[in-house]
Every structure is written in structure tokens, then in C-alpha cells.
T-cell receptor
Framework: GAVVSQHPSRVICKSGTSVKIECRSLDFQATTMFWYRQFPKQSLMLMATSNEGSKATYEQGVEKDKFLINHASLTLSTLTVTSAHPEDSSFYIC???????????????FGEGSRLTVL | AQSVTQPDIHITVSEGASLELRCNYSYGATPYLFWYVQSPGQGLQLLLKYFSGDTLVQGIKGFEAEFKRSQSSFNLRKPSVHWSDAAEYFCAVGADSVIKAAGNKLTFGGGTRVLVKP
């Protein structure tokens, strides 16, 4: 299957700093990427939908100024947690779906996840 | 809006025994249904999916799932569990129109954690 890579897999930062997480589709072009947040022993909560070349669509309750999403190319989306605080500590997972016309299989491909710890 | 319920939070099975994980969905039209597996600290891997056609779907690692429209269910089964099947399993539903528009927005269930006893 298609490969989606996230980097970094783990990051520890001090409160008040910003952290950027990258999500790359390695062998296909993703018109749409999704960012999820997962708390320990809980399900995935969709944060936002990232569309290449346009602004991200945020889910209700997600602060768009705190979680900046950029999808500058068909293979890369980034999530920046700005002015991070301990309550932002979580497991962040990206997924990619929707290839170019005729290639959309309806399947989402997930990255390995990035664990953020804010001290 | 669609929703997914996985009634069982934890299931413990003995190695070699059969496994069934329940999934119930709520959606007004024909849903696209998925089962994903997540190992600790990892992303999600697709086990199988149902779009249309045969309601019994075969997936990877010996898993299968059956779509029952009358019961709004998509239960996952495996005849004989291996220790490596210990993981978290998520059922997800997507809206047909969203997927065809290249936006695969899925709604996930709460997950079922499977523990395998030797």
C-alpha cells in the first residue's frame, strides 16, 4: 500500500515554544490530508482537513491559530503547534487520501504518528 | 451526521480462540466502512474495507467482516487469534459522497483493545 511518513516521531519541547510536525506521502500524490489527535487509550479526534493549495478546514472546537496547517504541495502537509502548553501533549496522527483523478481508492493511509510532550 | 459505536472497550481472548469485534454505525445512506488496527505508539493500518457488493469482506492477517444493513453493523472476525493480534482496533465510517470527492473524511469508533492470553 501507499506510504505516509511523519516526522518527528517524538518531540519534547518547553512550554511556550512552537513545534512543527511534517506529514509526507512518499509514493503518491495526496490532494487531501487529515490531522488527528489521539489521547491515551482513546479514539482519534479529527482536528482538520488539509487541502493542497487552500486553507485548512478545522473541526469545531479546534483553535486554528494554535494549530497551523499548511499543505503547500501534493506530498507534504505540516502541523505547527504554536505556543505549546502541557495540555497540548498528545499523539498526533496524519493521514492522506484522495489521489489524483482516477486514483482515489477511498482508503486513508496513516502516518506513524508523532508524540508531543510539552514540559 | 454519521457515528460509529464499538460497544466493547476491552476484549481478552486466548491464543487460538476465535475473535469477534462489534461495530455499529449510524448513517442515512450506504456507508463506506473500514476496520483499522493500531499497535502501541504506531499509526493505523487498514485491515479491510466495504464499499459495495459482497457483504462478507476479506482482509489482511486472516480477518473478515460482514456488513449487515438491517442491523447497521460491520463486525470484525478472526477464526484463530495469534499473540501478534493484540492491538487496538478501530471501526470507521465514511460518507460515499465525501470519498468520491477525494476527501476521505472518516468518523472513528472509540476502539476496542484486544488482549491475547497465551
Amino acid at each position: 500500500g501507499a506510504v505516509v511518513s511523519q516526522h518527528p516521531s517524538r518531540v519534547i519541547c518547553k512550554s511556550g515554544t512552537s513545534v512543527k510536525i511534517e506529514c509526507r506521502s512518499l509514493d503518491f500524490q495526496a490532494t487531501t490530508m487529515f490531522w488527528y489527535r489521539q489521547f491515551p487509550k482513546q479514539s482519534l479526534m479529527l482536528m482538520a482537513t488539509s487541502n493542497e493549495g487552500s486553507k485548512a478546514t478545522y473541526e469545531q472546537g479546534v483553535e486554528k491559530d494554535k494549530f497551523l496547517i499548511n499543505h503547500a504541495s501534493l506530498t507534504l502537509s505540516t502541523l505547527t503547534v504554536t505556543s505549546a502548553h502541557p495540555e497540548d501533549s498528545s499523539f498526533y496522527i496524519c493521514s492522506a487520501g484522495g489521489g489524483l483523478a482516477g486514483t482515489n481508492t477511498g482508503e486513508l493511509f496513516f502516518g506513524e504518528g508523532s508524540r508531543l510532550t510539552v514540559l | 451526521a454519521q457515528s460509529v459505536t464499538q460497544p466493547d472497550i476491552h476484549i481478552t481472548v486466548s491464543e487460538g480462540a476465535s475473535l469477534e469485534l462489534r461495530c455499529n454505525y449510524s448513517y442515512g445512506a450506504t456507508p463506506y466502512l473500514f476496520w483499522y488496527v493500531q499497535s502501541p505508539g504506531q499509526g493505523l493500518q487498514l485491515l479491510l474495507k466495504y464499499f459495495s457488493g459482497d457483504t462478507l469482506v476479506q482482509g489482511i492477517k486472516g480477518f473478515e467482516a460482514e456488513f449487515k444493513r438491517s442491523q447497521s453493523s460491520f463486525n470484525l472476525r478472526k477464526p484463530s487469534v495469534h499473540w501478534s493480534d493484540a492491538a487496538e482496533y478501530f471501526c470507521a465510517v465514511g460518507a460515499d459522497s465525501v470519498i468520491k470527492a477525494a476527501g476521505n473524511k472518516l468518523t472513528f469508533g472509540g476502539g476496542t483493545r484486544v488482549l491475547v492470553k497465551p
